[in-house]
C-alpha cells in the first residue's frame, strides 16, 4: 500500500494522538481507598497524585506521544467532576447509575440548582500542575466534557432557566470564562469530551427522543449553537477538539450507530480546529460521513485503535482503513489515536497497563509508517 508523502504534525492534534484518559494506578487507587477510610487527608492524596502523575508523563513523553495529558488521574468521572465543579452545579447521588452494555456505573449525577457561571474551578490548578511538568517539546493536553454534558446529564433544578435560550447563553458564557481561564494558565490544546450526539446517530434514537416528548431536531441545533458560542472568542494561538463517544466504561458502551443522523451538523457546523471519531469497530458506522468535511483545515483524528481490550490490532488492517477514510478527507487532515481513553472513569478499562502503553506505542507506530 503506497500513500502520498505527509509531513508529520507540529502543532495539535498530532498525527499520533490520544484522547486523554489513562489507567488509574494502583497507587492512586489505594490512595483514594485510604482518603475515604480517613487514613490520608486531601493534602496527602495530592502529594501521591502529583508523584504518579509525574510518572505517567514521563512515560508518555518516553514512548513518543507528543500531547500529554495527567491521564485523569484526580478524577473519578470524566465529565461529572468538573461539571459539578461550575457555579450553579452541584453533585448528587442518584437512585441508579448510567445503563452500558450489559453493565451500569455507579450512581451519581449533576444538578443545575442556581445561575451558572465559571469564577474559580479546581481544574485549574490540576492543569497548571501538568504543564509544569511537561518537558519543552511535548504539549500538555487538557481534557474536559462539552458543554453539551449539561444539558444531556444535568437536572434542572431551578426556575432560573424555564427559558431554554437563557440556559444555552448562561452555559456559553461559562464555557468561555474557563476556556480563556485555561488559557491563560497556559493551555493551549484543550479538548471537549462528548457523548451527547449519539441521541442523534439512528433514527430509533431520535424516535426515543420523539417518546420522551423532545424534539431531538431542536436538540441538534441548540447542541451545535452551544458549542459554536463556547469557543467563538477562543484566542487565535489555542486549539480546541472535540471527541465524540458512544460510552466507556469498563470495556463496555452505552450506544450504537455510524455518524449519519448528525454528520453534516457535526463536521460542516462546529467552528473546531479537530474532531476525534470513534471507528474501531463495526458500531462506528462508515466512513461515508466524511463527505461533509468540507473545510481544508479541519484536522480529523481517526479511533481505529481500540482502548477496550489489549490485542493489538493488525497494522496493515489500520493503514487501509486510513487509506479508505482518505478517500473522503486528504491524508494531510487526518490524525490517528485510540477510539477512546483508557479510563473514562476511576474503574478503568479491562486491560493491563502494559497493554495500555503497548496501545499507544502501537499508533505511534503506525502514524509514523503513514504520515512519513
Not at 184 to 200: I, M
Request: proline letters at 2%.
Amino acid at each position: 500500500m503506497t500513500f502520498s508523502t505527509s509531513l508529520q504534525r507540529t502543532v495539535a492534534p498530532f498525527r499520533a494522538d490520544q484522547v486523554g484518559s489513562l489507567l488509574r494506578t494502583d497507587k492512586i487507587k489505594q490512595a483514594r481507598l485510604d482518603l475515604t477510610n480517613g487514613i490520608l487527608d486531601a493534602e496527602q492524596l495530592r502529594m501521591i497524585e502529583n508523584e504518579e502523575i509525574r510518572r505517567i508523563v514521563a512515560k508518555q513523553e518516553e514512548i513518543g506521544l507528543l500531547s500529554i495529558t495527567d491521564g485523569e488521574f484526580r478524577r473519578a468521572w470524566w465529565h461529572f467532576d468538573f461539571l459539578e465543579r461550575l457555579d450553579g452545579v452541584e453533585g448528587y447521588d442518584t437512585e441508579g447509575g448510567i445503563q452500558f452494555h450489559n453493565t451500569t456505573t455507579k450512581a451519581h449525577g449533576v444538578k443545575v440548582t442556581g445561575k451558572i457561571d465559571f469564577t474559580t474551578h479546581s481544574h485549574l490548578e490540576d492543569y497548571k500542575f501538568l504543564h509544569s511538568v511537561v518537558s519543552t517539546g511535548h504539549t500538555a493536553k487538557m481534557t474536559i466534557p462539552s458543554p453539551n454534558m449539561l444539558l444531556f446529564r444535568g437536572q434542572i433544578q431551578t426556575d432560573l432557566y424555564r427559558d431554554p435560550e437563557v440556559l444555552l447563553h448562561d452555559l456559553a458564557e461559562a464555557y468561555k470564562k474557563a476556556i480563556r481561564a485555561f488559557y491563560d494558565a497556559g493551555c493551549r490544546y484543550l479538548q471537549l469530551d462528548d457523548t451527547s450526539w449519539a441521541a442523534f446517530f439512528s433514527e430509533e434514537a431520535k424516535a426515543k427522543l420523539r417518546s420522551d416528548g423532545k424534539d431531538p431536531d431542536q436538540m441538534l441545533a441548540d447542541a451545535a449553537k452551544l458549542i459554536n458560542q463556547s469557543v467563538a472568542d477562543r484566542p487565535a494561538d489555542m486549539t480546541i477538539t472535540m471527541h465524540i463517544c458512544r460510552g466507556n466504561f469498563r470495556s463496555t458502551w452505552a450506544a450504537s450507530g455510524g455518524y449519519d443522523g448528525a454528520a453534516e451538523t457535526i463536521l460542516d457546523g462546529l467552528d473546531l480546529d479537530g474532531l476525534f471519531m470513534e471507528y474501531d469497530d463495526e458500531r462506528s458506522g462508515s466512513f461515508d460521513a466524511l463527505r461533509f468535511v468540507k473545510r481544508p483545515n479541519l484536522q480529523i483524528v481517526l479511533g481505529l485503535v481500540t482502548s477496550k481490550y489489549g490485542e493489538l490490532e493488525n497494522p496493515d488492517d489500520i493503514k487501509r482503513r486510513i487509506d479508505a477514510a482518505s478517500k473522503f478527507v486528504n491524508l494531510d487532515q487526518l490524525c490517528l489515536s485510540p477510539q477512546c481513553g483508557f479510563a473514562s472513569t476511576e474503574e478503568g478499562n479491562l486491560l493491563t497497563e502494559e497493554q495500555q502503553w503497548d496501545k499507544l506505542r502501537h499508533v505511534i507506530h503506525i502514524a509514523q509508517d503513514v504520515w512519513k
